[in-house]
Nanobody
């Protein structure tokens, strides 16, 4: 079983910064893609950023130049550094991790429980 633990959400004023973290634990043989998504009230969950096993990254247009995704493979952790936060960034942020389990090398994809980010104007 694979478990994701998120941390780092909170309340911040517009223009401020927050750093989200997501640590994966459990029966993990290998982690491939790690990503962040967010869901605003009344909207569908949307892609924010991702990083591959070879550290290629991708970002939603709305966060390019403000957010930075990074990973620590030794700790099975992914971070999202968010700078220049805007009220429109207010959402519940979810990490998403995919890879292979230890047992039978089976593929897994897991979601974190979500962490709330609130940006006040």
């Amino acid at each position: 079983q694979v478990h994701l633990a998120e941390s780092g959400g909170g309340l911040v004023q517009a223009g401020g910064s927050l750093r989200l973290s997501c640590a994966a634990s459990g029966s993990i043989f290998r982690i491939d893609n790690m990503a962040w998504y967010r869901q605003q009230i009344g909207k569908q969950r949307e892609f924010v950023a991702s990083t591959s096993s070879i550290n290629t990254t991708a970002y939603a247009d709305s966060v390019k130049g403000r957010f930075t995704i990074s990973r620590d493979n030794a700790k099975n952790t992914v971070h999202l550094q968010m700078n220049g936060l805007e009220p429109e960034d207010t959402a519940v942020y979810y990490c998403n991790v995919a890879g292979l389990r230890t047992v039978q090398r089976r593929y897994f994809e897991e979601w974190g429980q979500g962490t709330l980010v609130t940006v006040s104007s």
